[in-house]
């Protein structure tokens, strides 16, 4: 860093890249003397990011070859002396500005290798020796500007990895980021979660626009004018009728279903008029009792509608813009209109006609808690790209998806990107979450195989998986993921990792109902239950403390709510506990003298696992009703950077549960 001469408390970072603002700006250039020695330099445009500390100031290129060589300092200046130092061409007249600020690295050194030289006329040469020594001096001046133009391809890739005013994006720049940041609850959420003061969120005018006017504000950056209406028709023009009848297919479908709703909710009303009168006007016992039973049979039916009813309005506002599209015209003259909100469809096309990569990010994941889902890996592949196999974004644009609103994040004050300078953080990010058994088009860019190569990590070659499911256990076309801290936003179906046919979400609506069901589906989560003679917190307490049932039944009981230990109330404790180590954050939990049981991994713990989730799901109502909610979807538990697990004893106990709830 550099202190400012007119501002000692403001520091500027020494930078030696072009600012990316100053890409494409025709600099007036001067010549100009620095540490003793002529060169020529041009200045950047005025920058007034330090406005509110009333500086302005410009960065100093030095200039190699009519060309950028090396950002070397700026030049500083008071706002509101600004008109006294500009001359009749509106450039700065350097005479009147006090001397620049120069960047440390720069030294002689750096500087005579693109002094200005002068001709000296020390002798007289004869003509004959003048053609020789000329040509000397052209097959040198040939030989040099060869390697010049060597020199200069190095640097253009090198600019390609570091361009303008980014740092160098890896570890040793995470670590700073790092070491650097300040938690504050007044942050931009996606300070905190990236753990950098570096990134902001930028708002955009919304109104069914937002998707569209984030890429329109990240292209600007790049000298790129595009509005958004000319990003919705070149929209439109990639829709065809395959397409079209596709979305309208899926309107008319949950249309009918909540017509179809509403009658069946209208004679079950009416039935139950009936009921009621029947009941008053009946005297026989026997006849009264039928009618009860018949009258909760009409408002479970009802209550399961009107829930089943409230899903589909709910996904029928995704499609609402479908309403008076009846042709593939009525298709694109929508989509060109605001009425038509950008969805993974639009994204993905958009992605391949611009050639770019939105990496979105869930600031409602964020707010849920479910930090681990935050990036939005994405599972629709563009069809063409898809045909392709390849896909080579020329941009990458930051982005926070709220729900139903996107924002533009920036860094470093950059808009976009090229892939050396996404920052190191979500690289890693994308690697771990993206590539590893994820859909989406991150897997078929080249770049992101090449990173994952470098941190050495190797993917398997994909092989067509068969499902077996000899049990019936699940139905494959649905699949349900959770862990600890699932997003509850989400519909079923619709989280991360999850499918579901169309249509037949409604037939999960009373899972959806639940609060947290899916977090519920989870070990960690606290559901009391009574197992062995008893009391335990979770099922994790009892797994971990089967461990030490027979080689230590004292140890084992500390893992009970009987025994009011701090381990028996806290995951974390017990799971420290009953680990290899019996340590959390260095204090010894268990003496190293306990051990694990060895035949615990032998068989014991799936005896242990099947009987905590059958105690767990059948002595909580509100436990048994998320289980069997699940009907036959395939669950799976999310494991972070490895692949999600399948949940089989969970499924077990769930069938096990069916069988029970028919008899």
Same mark, same amino acid.
Request: hydrophobic fraction near 35%; charged fraction near 35%.
């Given at each position: 860093?550099?202190?400012?001469?007119?501002?000692?408390?403001?520091?500027?970072?020494?930078?030696?890249?072009?600012?990316?603002?100053?890409?494409?700006?025709?600099?007036?250039?001067?010549?100009?003397?620095?540490?003793?020695?002529?060169?020529?330099?041009?200045?950047?445009?005025?920058?007034?990011?330090?406005?509110?500390?009333?500086?302005?100031?410009?960065?100093?290129?030095?200039?190699?070859?009519?060309?950028?060589?090396?950002?070397?300092?700026?030049?500083?200046?008071?706002?509101?002396?600004?008109?006294?130092?500009?001359?009749?061409?509106?450039?700065?007249?350097?005479?009147?500005?006090?001397?620049?600020?120069?960047?440390?690295?720069?030294?002689?050194?750096?500087?005579?290798?693109?002094?200005?030289?002068?001709?000296?006329?020390?002798?007289?040469?004869?003509?004959?020796?003048?053609?020789?020594?000329?040509?000397?001096?052209?097959?040198?001046?040939?030989?040099?500007?060869?390697?010049?133009?060597?020199?200069?391809?190095?640097?253009?890739?090198?600019?390609?990895?570091?361009?303008?005013?980014?740092?160098?994006?890896?570890?040793?720049?995470?670590?700073?980021?790092l070491t650097q940041f300040q938690s504050d609850k007044k942050n931009p959420w996606i300070q905190e979660y990236l753990k950098s003061n570096n990134f902001q969120i930028i708002d955009n005018e919304?109104?069914?626009?937002?998707?569209?006017?984030?890429?329109?504000?990240?292209?600007?950056?790049?000298?790129?004018?595009?509005?958004?209406?000319?990003?919705?028709?070149?929209?439109?023009?990639?829709?065809?009728? !395959?397409?079209?009848?596709?979305?309208?297919?899926?309107?008319?479908?949950?249309?009918?279903?909540?017509?179809?709703?509403?009658?069946?909710?209208?004679?079950?009303?009416?039935?139950?008029?009936?009921?009621?009168?029947?009941?008053?006007?009946?005297?026989?016992?026997?006849?009264?009792?039928?009618?009860?039973?018949?009258?909760?049979?009409?408002?479970?039916?009802?209550?399961?509608?009107?829930?089943?009813?409230?899903?589909?309005?709910?996904?029928?506002?995704?499609?609402?813009?479908?309403?008076?599209?009846?042709?593939?015209?009525?298709?694109?003259?929508?989509?060109?209109?605001?009425?038509?909100?950008?969805?993974?469809?639009?994204?993905?096309?958009?992605?391949?006609?611009?050639?770019?990569?939105?990496?979105?990010?869930?600031?409602?994941?964020?707010?849920?808690?479910?930090?681990?889902?935050?990036?939005?890996?994405?599972?629709?592949?563009?069809?063409?790209?898809?045909? !392709?196999g390849i896909f080579e974004p020329q941009y990458y644009i930051l982005a926070d998806y709220t729900g139903d609103h996107y924002k533009l994040i920036t860094y470093f004050n950059h808009d976009i990107?090229?892939?050396?300078?996404?920052?190191?953080?979500?690289?890693?990010?994308?690697?771990?979450?993206?590539?590893?058994? !994820?859909?989406?088009?991150?897997?078929?860019?080249?770049?992101?195989?090449?990173?994952?190569?470098?941190?050495?990590?190797?993917?398997?070659?994909?092989?067509?998986?068969?499902?077996?499911?000899?049990?019936?256990?699940?139905?494959?076309?649905?699949?349900?993921?959770?862990?600890?801290?699932?997003?509850?936003?989400?519909?079923?179906?619709?989280?991360?990792?999850?499918?579901?046919?169309?249509?037949?979400?409604?037939?999960?609506?009373?899972?959806?109902?639940?609060?947290?069901?899916?977090?519920?589906?989870?070990?960690?989560?606290?559901?009391?239950?009574?197992?062995?003679?008893?009391?335990?917190?979770?099922?994790?307490?009892?797994?971990?403390?089967?461990?030490?049932?027979?080689?230590?039944?004292?140890?084992?009981?500390?893992?009970?709510?009987?025994?009011?230990?701090?381990?028996?109330?806290?995951?974390?404790?017990?799971?420290?506990?009953?680990?290899?180590?019996?340590?959390?954050?260095?204090?010894?939990?268990?003496?190293?003298?306990?051990?694990?049981?060895?035949?615990?991994?032998?068989?014991?713990?799936?005896?242990?696992?099947?009987?905590?989730?059958?105690?767990?799901?059948?002595?909580?109502?509100?436990?048994?009703?998320?289980?069997?909610?699940?009907?036959?979807?395939?669950?799976?538990?999310?494991?972070?950077?490895?692949?999600?697990?399948?949940?089989?004893?969970?499924?077990?106990?769930?069938?096990?549960?069916?069988? !029970?709830?028919?008899?």
């Amino acid at each position: 860093m550099v202190k400012s001469i007119l501002k000692p408390s403001v520091n500027y970072p020494e930078l030696k890249t072009l600012d990316i603002d100053d890409k494409n700006y025709a600099a007036t250039q001067y010549e100009y003397n620095i540490l003793d020695t002529d060169v020529t330099i041009a200045l950047g445009q005025s920058k007034y990011t330090l406005i509110d500390e009333g500086l302005i100031f410009y960065p100093i290129y030095l200039i190699k070859n009519d060309k950028v060589y090396k950002q070397i300092g700026l030049f500083e200046i008071l706002e509101n002396e600004l008109p006294n130092v500009i001359d009749e061409d509106d450039d700065l007249d350097l005479d009147l500005i006090d001397k620049p600020l120069i960047f440390d690295f720069v030294d002689i050194e750096l500087l005579k290798n693109v002094e200005n030289k002068k001709v000296k006329d020390d002798s007289l040469i004869e003509t004959s020796e003048l053609k020789e020594k000329s040509q000397e001096i052209i097959d040198q001046e040939e030989s040099e500007e060869e390697e010049e133009e060597e020199e200069e391809e190095e640097e253009d890739k090198d600019e390609e990895e570091k361009q303008y005013d980014l740092p160098k994006q890896n570890t040793q720049q995470l670590e700073k980021e790092l070491t650097q940041f300040q938690s504050d609850k007044k942050n931009p959420w996606i300070q905190e979660y990236l753990k950098s003061n570096n990134f902001q969120i930028i708002d955009n005018e919304g109104g069914g626009d937002c998707l569209f006017a984030v890429i329109r504000d990240a292209l600007k950056s790049q000298d790129k004018h595009i509005t958004v209406t000319e990003l919705r028709n070149k929209l439109a023009d990639n829709v065809n009728e !395959e397409l079209f009848k596709s979305y309208k297919e899926k309107y008319d479908m949950i249309l009918q279903s909540i017509q179809d709703g509403d009658i069946k909710m209208k004679q079950l009303t009416k039935l139950n008029n009936e009921l009621r009168d029947r009941l008053k006007q009946s005297k026989e016992r026997e006849e009264q009792k039928l009618v009860v039973e018949q009258a909760k049979s009409v408002s479970e039916s009802y209550k399961r509608l009107k829930s089943e009813n409230k899903i589909s309005r709910e996904i029928l506002t995704e499609f609402k813009f479908m309403k008076k599209v009846n042709n593939l015209q009525d298709f694109k003259k929508v989509i060109k209109s605001c009425e038509f909100w950008a969805d993974d469809w639009a994204i993905s096309t958009l992605e391949r006609i611009l050639n770019i990569k939105l990496i979105l990010f869930s600031s409602e994941s964020w707010k849920e808690g479910d930090s681990k889902n935050v990036l939005i890996c994405g599972h629709i592949i563009d069809e063409v790209m898809k045909e !392709e196999g390849i896909f080579e974004p020329q941009y990458y644009i930051l982005a926070d998806y709220t729900g139903d609103h996107y924002k533009l994040i920036t860094y470093f004050n950059h808009d976009i990107f090229t892939f050396y300078q996404i920052p190191y953080k979500i690289k890693l990010l994308i690697s771990e979450n993206c590539l590893r058994g !994820e859909s989406g088009a991150y897997k078929i860019i080249p770049q992101f195989k090449n990173f994952n190569s470098d941190l050495g990590i190797i993917e398997p070659e994909e092989v067509e998986v068969i499902e077996e499911d000899s049990n019936n256990l699940y139905d494959k076309d649905i699949v349900f993921q959770y862990y600890i801290k699932s997003n509850n936003k989400p519909l079923p179906g619709k989280g991360k990792g999850e499918t579901i046919p169309f249509g037949k979400v409604k037939d999960f609506s009373k899972l959806a109902e639940i609060s947290d069901w899916r977090k519920k589906l989870d070990n960690e989560f606290p559901s009391q239950f009574e197992l062995g003679g008893h009391k335990w917190y979770s099922v994790e307490h009892y797994i971990n403390a089967v461990k030490f049932k027979e080689s230590n039944p004292q140890f084992y009981m500390l893992f009970s709510l009987d025994s009011d230990s701090k381990i028996s109330k806290d995951i974390v404790l017990a799971k420290a506990a009953g680990s290899k180590t019996g340590k959390h954050k260095g204090e010894l939990l268990r003496s190293k003298d306990i051990k694990i049981d060895p035949l615990f991994f032998g068989g014991k713990h799936e005896e242990a696992l099947e009987n905590a989730l059958y105690a767990k799901f059948s002595q909580n109502e509100e436990m048994k009703s998320i289980l069997l909610y699940t009907d036959k979807a395939k669950l799976l538990h999310f494991q972070g950077t490895a692949p999600p697990k399948e949940s089989d004893m969970l499924m077990l106990v769930r069938s096990k549960l069916i069988k !029970e709830f028919k008899k």
